[in-house]
């Protein structure tokens, strides 16, 4: 069986039209920068909105008042909601990059208030930038 050395080629990313409108460097892209070949940069949230979000799913509910607070500034690109109250009940990734300050679109959804008998007003949000969460528990 013929064999030969490899010389081009590597797990880097190829193009990434999101963030530089071409190819990446090595030492760029080896430096953890995130590569979406289907659009645009995106920007992650995570956000506390208090107790248990999903009774809050309707048109008039808190989730899409929340929803319609962020897309002033940035497109809703995905979001996922959790049924429990924890640090993180409502995910969501964002575009363009850097349509929200993480303090101004955290005082932005407090400013709501309450929504549909729902308060807004000690939501917490931070950027936790790209990750993929799990919610499986562990049987015990």
């Known amino acids: 069986m013929a064999q030969f050395t490899r010389t081009n080629g590597d797990a880097q990313p190829v193009f990434a039209t999101d963030v530089l409108n071409g190819s990446l460097p090595p030492s760029t892209a080896a430096n953890g920068t995130t590569t979406n070949l289907m659009g645009p940069g995106m920007q992650f949230f995570g956000m506390d909105l208090g107790a248990a979000p ?81 919610t499986a528990t562990s049987a015990s």
């Open 54 to 134: 999903t009774s809050q799913l309707g048109v008039n509910g808190a989730v899409a008042a929340v929803l319609q607070c962020i897309e002033q500034k940035a497109t809703a690109m995905i979001y996922s909601v959790s049924a429990t109250a924890n640090v993180t009940n409502m995910s969501i990734a964002t575009y363009p990059l850097d349509g929200w300050v993480t303090a101004d679109l955290q005082a932005a959804i407090r400013l709501l208030g309450t929504v549909n008998g729902y308060d807004l007003s000690g939501a917490t949000v931070t950027n936790v930038g790209f990750r993929l969460a799990s």
